[in-house]
């Protein structure tokens, strides 16, 4: 499928994440991009023990994110997580203790790819950058 939008509005972006025929592990990834600042690779390699869903918060533990900049390493603050983003990703979490929080696969769960999380968006017309790009420039205006 084409990509028909590089930008994403915050009603197409709501309507998107309320789409229950589309998968929870993506629509978790949109919301996260949406609310936070931390970089779709850095999403994907989250292990579900750096989700403190008691506290409302990503923990990284380590990251390729530069130090001092949202979820990298040399910062101890934590990214806080919105009601939504806590309701997605609870399902994912489930009762794991431990693995990739984006986990595919069946029997094995392995992290989602790259090119997988870029197929899910583009499947429903959107790039995957465009819910961090407009949701920072949402967050900026509000």
Known sequence: MKITA??????R???????????VLHRALWQLL???????????????????????????????RPAGTAGGVGTAEPVPLGARSLALIAPLIADRTKGPLFGAGNE????????????????????????????KRYREAV
Do not use: K
Request: proline fraction near 3%; charge should be negative.
């Open 108 to 135: 094995r769960l392995r992290a989602l790819s790259w090119e997988e999380a870029v197929r899910g968006a583009q499947e429903h017309g959107q790039a995957i950058h465009a819910f961090r790009t407009a949701g």
């Open 6 to 11: 590089e930008s994403i509005t915050p009603e």
């Open 13 to 23: 972006c709501d309507v998107l994440l309320a789409d229950e025929s589309i998968p």
């Open 34 to 64: 949406w609310e936070t600042d931390i970089r779709v690779l850095d999403l994907l390699s989250l292990d579900v023990r750096e989700v403190d869903l008691a506290g409302g918060r990503i923990v990284r533990t380590g990251t390729s």
